[in-house]
């Protein structure tokens, strides 16, 4: 893994970065050295309500930015692996609570991924397949150099689970970055949570 330390701008904004796993993470006991794991971060230098911000409601911030070709995209991965048994957006949004989201604990969902672990300053989410089980933990840094991580890793059963990440993977890497990039940038509201 590449790690990028200082300062990346693009148009004179912050932009996401690959980086390490933070080790204070709580994904550091889920990960195995077998599993695919990626880290990408970015500067909350100057979002100081982000960094106030619960964990479920930054969750909610990062993970249903308005990003018109991430959403074309999902459709498109609903309608190629609903033949292979695989679960699609729609079919986890429908185990959704309509809790309020500091409310939501693990069991629960943010979008369509189910929280498994809320702490802080971290967010433990993923879903488990019979082809592969991942994890999502999104860390918040709130130090002297504030930072959120957004950290996956992906625990591939068969066959079938190393195809599917190597078919995603590059899909995966763009979607990473450009959430983080825009979360830092949008308004954080929680009148829209879902």
């Known amino acids: 893994m590449v790690y990028c330390p200082g300062k990346h701008t693009r148009w004179g904004l912050d932009t996401s970065v690959r980086d390490r796993l933070p080790s204070d993470s709580i994904l550091n006991t889920y990960y195995a050295p077998r599993d695919f794991m990626d880290v990408y971060s970015v500067s909350l230098a100057e979002r100081p309500d982000l ?8 969750a909610d911030h990062i993970l249903m930015a308005e990003i018109g070709w991430m959403n074309a995209l999902l459709s ?21 609570k309509d809790t309020p989201l500091e409310d939501r604990k693990p069991g629960d969902r943010i979008g369509f991924f189910r929280i498994f672990r809320v702490e802080d300053n971290e967010i433990l989410l993923g879903e488990d397949d019979w082809h592969q089980d991942f994890r999502l933990s999104i860390f918040r840094r709130t130090d002297r150099s504030p930072r959120i991580f957004a950290s ?11 195809v599917y990440l190597a078919l995603i993977l590059p899909f995966h890497k763009k979607i990473a970055s450009t959430v983080l990039d ?8 929680t009148a829209t949570a879902s």
């Open 51 to 58: 960094q106030a911000a619960d964990m479920r409601v930054l």
């Open 76 to 96: 498109l991965r609903d309608t190629v692996v609903k033949p292979f048994g695989l679960k699609t957006t729609e079919d986890l949004g429908l185990e959704q």
């Open 152 to 162: 996956t890793c992906c625990k591939r059963h068969n066959i079938f689970g190393h």
């Open 182 to 189: 825009t979360a830092v940038k949008q308004r954080l509201t």
